[in-house]
């Protein structure tokens, strides 16, 4: 399976209980379409597209941008009838580089984001936000990293209170920093950015992040753990806390993409590896710890899956979804997928580590209140008959094993944390020294360059005073051949008047002799 072309998908948009659907045609034009009725045979836009993305507003107001082939990039907003456009910038495709665009709806204003890159350092990028600001369009530039991959670096999710939240990759010598900055409705400016987490692998990086409805925002991007390639996950909570980094998914072969989702307390991670699509799922907690299930389950029925962007209603919330029926274009219901049963068993997974937990408190003669053993537990309104039907010294001997179990893999991936640090500790003590020694060789070859220079510098100065003094030669004698030439033209007069006064003279003398000659004839 390709690297699949997100800006390409499908959209799907439920707003105010009307239906929409942008989708592209074999042409590569955009078609737009209502709930009951077909896509427009008119393009949205009169040019073949290369991206799009679209957003809307809390009032259900639709605003798209679109990248097209001829390097134009517009923003269009649709009044209800029909789409009214402008021109953000028009990219020069032989000096310049426009991809990856996104678009945002904050406070009922547009946030559009796009990768731009100079083609003469390609590998340079830049993310950069339009908005609008007193009626008028303005840029700025977000982020700026080094990125050699034709991946997408950034990922941009708002939550219900419009607070927008962009994570994006920095490059950090040899690994990469993801990192998060936080637009607020409040102050309407992006806070400065903070460290989420290391990166080691970014050939098919992406990044989803979604925020659920207590404002905990989800995050989850591909990486490498030791040789195998892995989804990562982590919490940061409304109290700005930032939980443990938890590798949640990992295969021996790469995986191509994946997004999460969730519904109400069910967190589900779909992604594609090995030619398939799976589907991982956990029971969502209170404090944003999640239950995960064992392993990723393949998605059967689904041979050849087809992708497509989602603006998310209230009750679920993703990015992205998967068309069940392609001739219908009917997207599959990814909450069907987790039975009754399975949440059933992270229920009793959950309650077993609870019990466990409790057990060990009562048990502790420093704790004051006793009425909080197990056999006074209150069970909660979540668990189910099975859960009753355990009994109590089985549920406490399953939660023993199920916390050394947890605990056991926490202080492996602990030690292999200690151990990826220890590494990355001892390659940048021998990068120091190797630059210690660079810096004393750099040193040397300045000072000896410093040296070469005043030498030089020595030679320049006499080199121009030799010149001044050409010069001045030069200049005397241009002034002595002129004067030379003024002489020689004197002279040269002089002869050609001295030569027509001999040749008159020679007239005369000639007369002369030829009148005495008639006089000697005729006397």
Request: hydrophobic residues 35%; neutral net charge; aromatic residues 12%.
């Amino acid at each position: 399976m390709e690297v699949l072309d997100i800006g390409r998908f499908d959209t799907n948009a439920n707003i105010h209980r009307t239906a929409y659907r942008f989708s592209l045609d074999d042409s590569q034009y955009l078609r737009f379409g209502i709930q009951g009725e077909e896509l427009s045979e008119k393009s949205v836009h009169p040019y073949p597209i290369k991206e799009y993305a679209v957003d809307h507003d809390s009032h259900g107001h639709i605003g798209a941008v679109i990248l097209d082939q001829e390097g134009q990039f517009y923003y269009y907003n649709f009044n209800g009838q029909s789409w009214d456009t402008h021109l953000l910038y028009q990219a020069a495709l032989d000096a310049e580089k426009i991809d990856f665009v996104d678009i945002k709806y904050t406070n009922r204003n547009p946030q559009i984001f796009f990768c731009w890159r100079d083609l003469s350092s390609p590998f340079k990028v830049s993310i950069v936000t339009y908005f609008t600001e007193d009626g008028s369009w303005k840029k700025k530039i977000i982020a700026r990293t080094y990125f050699k991959n034709n991946c997408k670096p950034y990922c941009i999710t708002k939550d219900h209170g419009d607070n927008l939240y962009l994570s994006f990759l920095t490059n950090n010598n040899m690994i990469y920093d993801l990192k998060l900055s936080v637009y607020r409705i409040e102050t309407a400016q992006w806070e400065d950015a903070f460290y989420l987490s290391d990166c080691i692998y970014i050939k098919n990086f992406f990044i989803d992040m979604l925020a659920d409805e207590k404002g905990n925002l989800h995050i989850s991007w591909t990486d490498k753990n030791k040789s195998n390639y892995c989804i990562k996950y982590l919490c940061y909570t409304i109290d700005s806390a930032k939980k443990t980094t938890n590798v949640v998914i990992e295969k021996d072969q790469p995986i191509k993409w994946f997004f999460q989702y969730i519904n109400h307390d069910v967190f589900m991670i779909i992604y594609v590896a090995n030619e398939e699509i799976y589907y991982i799922y956990a029971h969502l907690l209170q404090n944003c710890e999640l239950i995960w299930s064992r392993e990723g389950v393949r998605i059967h029925h689904i041979t050849t899956p087809v992708f497509s962007k989602i603006l998310p209603e209230n009750i679920t919330h993703t990015n992205f979804g998967l068309y069940n029926d392609l001739e219908s274009k009917t997207l599959l219901n990814l909450f069907s997928l987790v039975s009754r049963e399975d949440l059933n068993q992270l229920s009793v997974l959950e309650a077993n580590l609870s019990l466990a937990a409790e057990n060990r408190f009562s048990n502790n003669p420093s704790m004051i209140n006793r009425d909080m053993s197990i056999s006074n537990r209150k069970q909660q309104p979540y668990h189910n008959p099975p859960i009753a039907a355990i009994s109590k010294s089985q549920l406490e001997s399953n939660g023993r094993k199920n916390i050394i179990s947890t605990m056991e893999s926490e202080i492996r991936f602990l030690k292999e944390e200690v151990k990826k640090l220890t590494d990355l500790n001892r390659k940048y003590l021998h990068l120091i020294n190797e630059s210690g020694d660079k810096i004393s060789q750099y040193k040397e070859q300045i000072q000896k360059w410093e040296g070469e220079k005043d030498i030089f510098q020595h030679k320049i100065l006499a080199l121009e005073k030799k010149c001044v003094s050409l010069e001045k030669e030069r200049e005397k004698l241009h002034g002595e051949l002129i004067l030379s030439q003024q002489q020689n033209q004197l002279f040269k007069d002089g002869i050609k008047e001295k030569e027509t006064i001999l040749t008159q003279q020679k007239q005369e003398n000639v007369a002369k002799k030829e009148s005495g000659f008639f006089k000697r004839i005729f006397k």
